[in-house]
């Protein structure tokens, strides 16, 4: 299985803050790579497709870069609802994997 | 907008079976362009695949559940279901279902889960 290692586990910033979320996969996987976004209680949201795609509807300020093994979420500047937990996806091998998250909190 | 609906107990009792069905609503389910699946995610820990299922019935399961997974699909009801056998407290998870949008490539179909279920929270539990 491609194993994915996200930093950092938690990250706390404020709003109005550019934050960077990496995503390292053991093995490369092009740009086959997709990041999400989880809430308590709520549908998770893909933000990113194939590395570096917004999704329709997603806003701007959210960004995705990286291909082979390494890759980034940046947000350019966090409002109130960006507060959630971020996880990447690999979907190179059919056998999906996950990083195992990122919990981005209120400074 | 397309809507995915998790259904099913909310307890099993161990060694029993996990049922689970997934309602799609605003999109046939019969599509060409998608996979369907099931990612599940125990408390405090991240996200796990559990298996993939394509309108004509054919599936793909994570080697981890070890052959304990089985997943159908009701086309004529937009419907797909999971089965998980011989349940563990280790099986107690948030159960989501999720809409997977397939691209072919030169060397082979990648897929990303683009629509999600608010997914529902099975105990396995005496």
């Known amino acids: 299985d491609i194993q994915m290692t996200q930093s950092p586990s938690t990250l706390s910033a404020s709003v109005g803050d550019r934050v960077t979320i990496t995503c390292r996969a053991s093995q490369s996987i092009d740009t086959w790579l997709a990041w999400y976004q989880l809430k308590p209680g709520k549908a998770p949201k893909l933000l990113i497709y194939k590395a570096s795609n917004l999704q329709s509807g997603v806003p701007s300020r959210f960004s995705g870069s990286g291909s082979g093994t390494e890759f980034t979420l940046t947000i350019s500047s966090l409002q109130p609802d960006d507060f959630a937990t971020y996880y990447c996806q690999q979907y190179n091998s059919y056998l999906y994997t996950f990083g195992q998250g990122t919990k981005l909190e209120i400074k | 907008q397309l809507q995915l609906q998790e259904s099913g107990p909310g307890l099993v009792k161990p060694s029993e079976t996990l049922s689970l069905t997934c309602t799609v609503s605003?999109?046939?389910?019969?599509?060409?362009?998608?996979?369907w699946g099931w990612i599940r995610q125990p408390p405090g820990k991240g996200l796990e695949w559990i298996g993939s299922?394509?309108?004509?019935?054919?599936?793909s399961y994570s080697p981890s559940l070890k052959g304990r997974v089985t997943m159908s699909v009701d086309a004529s009801n937009d419907q797909f279901s999971l089965r998980v056998s011989s349940v563990t407290a280790a099986d107690t998870a948030v159960y989501y279902c999720?809409?997977?949008?397939?691209?072919?490539?030169?060397?082979?179909?990648?897929?990303?889960?683009?629509?999600w279920g608010q997914g529902t929270l099975v105990t396995v539990s005496s």
């Open positions: 999720a809409r997977l949008k397939s691209v072919i490539a030169f060397d082979g179909v990648h897929s990303h889960f683009d629509f």
């Open positions: 605003g999109g046939p389910i019969s599509s060409s362009t998608y996979y």
């Open positions: 299922i394509y309108y004509t019935g054919s599936t």
